[in-house]
């Protein structure tokens, strides 16, 4: 069992940045591929962002590509969201998920398919707001 906790959430400004952590337990993250979604009051759970296991690759929405950057740190068995020139509708509840393997994310469809991913966190909340 893995358990993921994220957290950095809070109240942002438009046009600033701020950074998630995902952090795990229970087992080694060095196996798994990392993803983030999010989901906003009323919509569904949208990808955001994946990192391989090794952390060579990453792939992102076209809605956060150039703003927001996933790294990872498998020594410290964490992974991380740096949100740049955050905007109202980056507004959601914001989760990471894990699923272990280092192929499967290579189709678009199941790295941005919520039902692919083994475990979840329960989320913390990005307000972007003036």
């Known amino acids: 069992q893995v358990q993921l906790v994220e957290s950095g959430g809070g109240l942002v400004q438009p046009g600033d940045s701020r950074k998630l952590s995902c952090a795990a337990s229970?087992?080694?993250?060095?196996?798994?591929?990392m993803g983030w979604f999010r989901q906003a009051p009323g919509k569904e759970r949208e990808f955001v962002a994946l990192?391989?296991?090794?952390?060579?690759?990453?792939f992102y929405a076209d809605s956060v590509k150039y703003r927001f950057t996933t790294s990872r740190d498998n020594g410290l068995n964490t992974v991380y969201l740096q949100m740049n020139g955050v905007k109202p509708e980056d507004t959601a509840v914001y989760y990471c998920?894990?699923?272990?393997?280092?192929?499967?994310?290579?189709?678009?469809?199941?790295?941005?398919?919520?039902?692919?991913?083994?475990?979840w966190g329960q989320g913390t909340q990005v307000t972007v707001s003036s």
């Open positions: 990192i391989s296991a090794s952390g060579g690759s990453t």
């Open positions: 229970g087992r080694s993250l060095s196996n798994y591929a």
């Open positions: 998920a894990a699923r272990v393997g280092s192929s499967w994310y290579l189709s678009s469809r199941n790295r941005q398919s919520w039902n692919s991913y083994e475990y």
